[in-house]
């Protein structure tokens, strides 16, 4: 009889703590299983990680196990495997990634087992009860006539939007009662599989793709390098199909929620399975039951973002990451973990295969498949009738500009929207303008917090810091010399859309944002419109360029982008093709030509010139060449460490330790202490270090042996530092 758990609980320190267990308890103790224990002053949950019979702890300091919350493991072998792999590859306390791999609500203590359904009825004292006696309680009569048409289940008693209030009087004066029924599992779709629509005929390279893909067994990941509008979620589709034949799951990944209502109709009208839907977007318990849905097989199709990729499947078949290259996929708080990175590990450990699909693919996928580490397939001609973009440069030098656009712009605008189009402009920049001026003194309005200017957001009356959240209502004077002439300096997408709809008053506009977006089902709405036609003209920041299709979009402008051909990280290049490239393939993608627009003061940029005229696989196997000769990711493996303190000295001083304890040769180079590309951010002074190695087990093994070192150093405990391993980000 095990008598002390080993458990990892969801804090920074890169341990797991002993605990005692109760002698009622210990026939349900089993690794992977959830306790309450308490911890200092607090009662946390984690997850059962060994068991052991002795414990070499004092008994004065050990604690007990306050409760067992599972009948059964969370996780299965695998994923649990995978967390430990996770853990210790990003360097985190194995509770932090542990408790990533679970849904909130599971976190907090929720039940696991198989959920029951609540079905409201009457008793009989409420079916003998008169109604006139509740003339004065309206609310309450209102869930009797309800009830008396017959039984509710919780979800239609919400529905229907009744009182809570008036249901517990109800079932106080014993004229409502409830049972609990167990649900049966529906794992139907197993047997027979129906299509709801006829699968589209493929060109002969997608059925070359499709062929080789279904002929692999066991693990395999595969690149599915097809260009914008080429047709690569028809080949996800007919590669599901014979999944899901075989009685087996997928999971499919995206990088953004606003792809998800897509995908799902897209799959929904394909397959009459179940799906289920993970995102942030949902609720706790709405996450937990697809969590469930898949855990025990009822969900056929698994659809999320990032933090889905943790969800278990009891028939796993495949995974597949959409626009793999996307940014989004790569945590940025926390444990900074790669949803691909780790994609691709799963599917090593439960053998089956990944695939990966991208028009624009990053360039640590694009090297593992050049190299054979990943199989790789291409997609170079658009499915249909869909026909190549053409593409111009619009050079806006010494050319007046009316709210950011010129005028050759303008004249193409209405020679589409005239023939009955729609038009998309992108602009990465939400807000009215970028910056507050003094037309009078010059004084651009800082925030006070960060090294950033204020954005000015006419329509919520404030200026607000996109760095740190920091608002104010837009000033009346100028915080320099008093002046009251204020203007915006720049355009953003609130001021783009306003000057449009006085320039084209006949065609509507929308704008897509996360100021627009921000309500539940917001975005949904507004690409439903857009599909409609209901919109002519398309304004957008990031949330435009992936992965949508727009049949009546003919043309696509770009306004202001020279920013990103200047950048201090290496990335940048990079991620102005792929913006380019995915932005560009709005455009043409139905029977209707499609024509690009590039508004640019660099019309002569050599990263402009060869992505237009040899296109992004040419650019991006060129990048891989500069990055090899310049030691960079991914021909050299790096770890970023940040540091922030009030004081910037702490945090120099704490990363110059840092620096002296990691080794420098030929094989590791450590680069820094240096400031942050933004110095100074909510307050903090901020710093970096950058670690690199030439192999990738260099890196692990060096920084393992160095971090108990630094965890020690008195300086740690100054300043905020965190690790960033495959860092995406240099900000």
């Known amino acids: 009889m095990p008598q002390f758990v080993e458990v990892a609980l969801p804090v920074p320190m890169r341990q797991n703590f002993s605990y005692r267990v109760n002698d009622n308890d210990s026939a349900l103790i089993a690794i992977g299983v959830r306790v309450k224990v308490p911890f200092g002053r607090q009662q946390l949950i984690g997850l059962v990680t060994g068991i052991s019979d002795s414990c070499d702890l004092p008994p004065t300091q050990i604690k007990s196990v306050l409760e067992v919350l599972d009948p059964e493991p969370l996780l299965n072998e695998s994923l649990y495997k995978l967390t ?28 696991l087992t198989t959920p029951s359904t609540r079905f409201w009825s009457l008793t009989g004292k409420g079916s003998s009860a008169d109604l006139d006696t509740l003339k004065r309680a309206p609310a309450q009569r209102k869930v009797m006539q309800q009830l008396r048409e017959g039984e509710l289940t919780q979800e ?77 979620t028809e080949v996800y589709l007919a590669l599901l199909e014979t999944v899901l034949k075989q009685g087996k799951q997928a999971l499919i990944l995206v990088p953004e929620i606003g792809l998800t209502p897509q995908t799902i109709s897209r799959f929904k009208y394909r397959f009459n399975v179940q799906i289920a839907v993970i995102h942030s977007g949902l609720t706790d318990n709405q996450r937990l039951n697809a ?54 590990m799963r599917g090593h450990l439960e053998q089956i295969p990944v695939l990966l699909g991208s028009a624009t693919p990053s360039l640590e996928t694009l090297q593992n498949a050049l190299s054979g580490r990943y199989h790789h397939l291409s997609l170079g001609e658009r499915a ?22 010129s005028q050759p712009l303008l004249n193409e605008m209405r020679m589409h929207l005239d023939a009955g189009n729609q038009v998309l402009l992108f602009l990465n920049r939400r807000g009215f303008a970028p910056a507050l001026l003094c037309h009078e003194c010059g004084h651009l309005h800082e925030c006070d917090r960060c090294d950033a200017f204020f954005t000015v957001h006419q329509s919520l009356g404030e200026i607000r810091c996109h760095h ?75 949330m435009l360029a992936k992965g949508h299709h727009f049949p009546d979009v003919t043309l696509v402008g770009l306004l202001d982008v020279d920013g990103a051909l ?15 490239t995915q932005v560009s393939g709005r455009a043409g993608r139905a029977s209707k030509a499609g024509t690009v627009l590039l508004q640019t003061h660099q019309s002569d940029n050599p990263i402009l010139r060869e992505l237009m005229h040899k296109g992004y696989g040419e650019f991006a196997r060129g990048q891989l060449e500069e990055r090899r000769q310049a030691l960079l990711p991914p021909a050299w ?75 020690a150093l008195p300086l740690a405990k100054k300043c905020r530092w965190s690790l960033d391993r495959d860092p995406q980000d240099l900000l």
């Open 156 to 232: 239609e008693f919400d529905a229907l939007g009744l009182s809570k209030t008036a249901l517990k009087a109800l079932q106080e004066r014993e004229w409502v009662g409830f049972k609990d029924r167990e649900n049966s599992l529906d794992l139907g779709w197993r047997d027979t599989l129906t299509l709801g629509e006829e699968p589209h005929r493929l060109n002969a390279e997608q059925a070359i793709a499709v062929a080789t893909l279904t002929q692999q067994s066991g693990y395999h990941c595969t690149l599915l390098e097809g260009i914008t509008g080429s047709g690569k």
């Open 566 to 580: 200047f950048s201090a990280d290496f990335r940048a290049p990079e991620r102005f093709g792929q913006l380019y």
């Open 468 to 542: 740190c959240g920091n608002q104010y209502a837009i000033p009346k004077q100028c915080h320099q010399c008093g002046s009251t002439m204020l203007m915006g300096q720049g355009v953003g997408t609130e001021q783009l859309a306003q000057a449009l709809s006085k320039e084209f008053p006949k065609y509507p506009v929308v704008r897509i944002d996360r100021d627009t977006t921000s309500r539940k089902g917001a975005l949904e709405d507004h690409l439903n419109a857009i599909h409609k036609g209901e919109y002519k003209i398309l304004v957008g920041t990031q």
């Open 384 to 405: 249909g009738a869909g026909q190549k973009v053409r593409q111009g440069i619009v050079d806006i030098r010494n050319q007046p500009l009316r709210h950011g656009l």
């Open 84 to 111: 430990l792999w996770a853990a210790r590859y990003y360097f985190c306390s194995v509770g932090q990634m542990l408790s990533q791999a679970l849904p909130v609500a599971l976190r907090k203590g929720a039940q």
């Open 637 to 711: 493996h790096m770890l970023l460490l940040r540091a922030e303190a009030h004081n910037p000295q702490d945090a120099d001083d704490f990363l110059g330790q840092v620096a002296a304890i990691l080794p420098q040769n030929k094989a590791c180079e450590v680069i820094g202490p240096m400031p942050a590309p933004m110095d100074r951010k909510a307050g903090k002074y901020r710093r970096q270090l950058m670690f690199q190695t030439q192999e990738r087990s260099q890196l692990q093994q060096a920084f393992e042996a160095a971090l108990p070192q630094i965890e």
């Open 291 to 344: 969590w469930r849905q898949a855990r025990c097989g009822e969900a056929a199709i698994i659809i999320g973002t990032r933090s889905a990729l943790f969800t278990p499947m009891r028939y796993p078949g495949l995974i597949i990451l959409d626009e793999e290259h996307d940014s989004s996929f790569k945590q940025q708080e926390g444990v900074g973990y790669h949803a691909r990175d780790l994609a691709v």
